[in-house]
């Protein structure tokens, strides 16, 4: 089942001032160590800020809880597998939300995907939720 949806779109360019204006302060209070590292060694650093931007802001809807309420930016942090493909962590009150929000029997998935052309960047967030193996109901106590 779905337990939560959200969705955001970033301006590259207003990354790039905050950036800019803001250096160190502005990175270390939002991206974790390895974002930066990814994003400092990309060409478009700006971009791939504005894109894990967009992905915690987007888990945050998806969490249902918005930014506010004590969510730490950097308890949202996306990885990529060897494939690109982004993966979402959560930590700290973003976890403790996402164990709250998941049914009795069930393991959250958050799935997350990733798209900029600029000056835009946007992330989708969903998170599902699935039974965790062996604890489903056996066959013939299904209704
Ligand atoms: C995946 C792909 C379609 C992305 O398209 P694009 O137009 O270049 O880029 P977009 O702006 O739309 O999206 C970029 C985001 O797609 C996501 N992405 C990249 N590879 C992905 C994959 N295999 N599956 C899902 N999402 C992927 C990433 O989040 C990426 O942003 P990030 O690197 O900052 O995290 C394109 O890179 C592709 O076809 N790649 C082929 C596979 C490949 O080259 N793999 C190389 C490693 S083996």
Same mark, same amino acid.
């Given at each position: 089942?779905?337990?939560?949806?959200?969705?955001?779109?970033?301006?590259?360019?207003?990354?790039? @001032?905050?950036?800019?204006?803001?250096?160190?302060?502005?990175?270390?209070?939002?991206?974790?160590?390895?974002?930066?590292?990814?994003?400092?060694?990309?060409?478009?650093?700006?971009?791939?800020?504005?894109?894990?931007?967009?992905?915690?802001?987007?888990?945050?809807?998806?969490?249902?809880?918005?930014?506010?309420?004590?969510?730490?930016?950097?308890?949202?942090?996306?990885?990529?597998?060897?494939?690109?493909?982004?993966?979402?962590?959560?930590?700290?009150?973003?976890?403790?939300?996402?164990?709250?929000?998941?049914?009795?029997?069930?393991?959250?998935?958050?799935?997350?995907?990733?798209?900029?052309?600029?000056?835009?960047?946007?992330?989708?967030?969903?998170?599902?939720?699935?039974?965790?193996?062996? @604890?489903?109901?056996?066959?013939?106590?299904?209704?």
């Amino acid at each position: 089942m779905i337990l939560g949806i959200g969705t955001d779109l970033a301006n590259i360019e207003r990354i790039e @001032k905050t950036l800019a204006r803001f250096g160190d302060r502005f990175r270390n209070r939002v991206f974790t160590e390895a974002e930066q590292q990814k994003a400092e060694r990309r060409a478009d650093t700006a971009g791939t800020y504005a894109k894990r931007w967009a992905a915690k802001e987007a888990c945050s809807k998806a969490l249902g809880t918005g930014l506010r309420m004590g969510i730490s930016w950097k308890d949202m942090a996306v990885t990529n597998l060897r494939t690109g493909q982004p993966v979402m962590h959560v930590t700290g009150w973003a976890r403790e939300r996402l164990d709250a929000m998941t049914p009795p029997g069930h393991e959250a998935i958050i799935h997350v995907t990733l798209t900029d052309d600029h000056p835009w960047a946007q992330a989708f967030v969903v998170i599902e939720a699935r039974p965790v193996a062996g @604890k489903r109901p056996a066959p013939e106590a299904q209704p």
